[in-house]
């Protein structure tokens, strides 16, 4: 069964730090292009970072430059997304998608979610 489980998120006050986990399950993670996508209430869902297949990293949300990196482990078959100096408008539930893929993309353009992890920046 092919599935990315998120892990990571809870409840930090503002200018904190939090890394989240995407591991993978059922397929391999080197061959894809890995995004995470947030969507706060009432928002659309929208992008913050993207690492390619390949290697190097696309900011898909301006607002999280500077504070957030994108990574992967190969040998643990994971992303991590670490966050710092969080803002309150961070707040949202957080996923992960695998696109098979070297580039990065929209949304539509991903084969695999996770379930969410929720991320609440609050004092």
């Known amino acids: 069964q092919l599935q990315l489980v998120e892990s990571g998120g809870g409840l930090v006050q503002p200018g904190g730090s939090l890394r989240l986990s995407c591991a993978a399950s059922g397929f391999t993670l080197d061959y894809y292009a890995m995004g995470w996508f947030r969507q706060a209430p009432g928002k659309e869902r929208e992008g913050v970072l993207c690492i390619r297949s390949s290697g190097g990293s696309t900011i898909y949300a301006d607002s999280v430059k500077g504070r957030f990196t994108i990574s992967r482990d190969s040998a643990k078959n994971t992303v991590y997304l670490q966050m710092n100096s969080l803002k309150p408008e961070d707040t949202a539930v957080y996923y992960c998608?695998?696109?098979?893929?070297?580039?990065?993309?929209?949304?539509?353009?991903?084969?695999?979610w996770g379930q969410g992890t929720q991320v609440t920046v609050s004092s």
């Open positions: 998608a695998a696109r098979l893929a070297d580039y990065c993309s929209g949304s539509l353009e991903y084969d695999y």
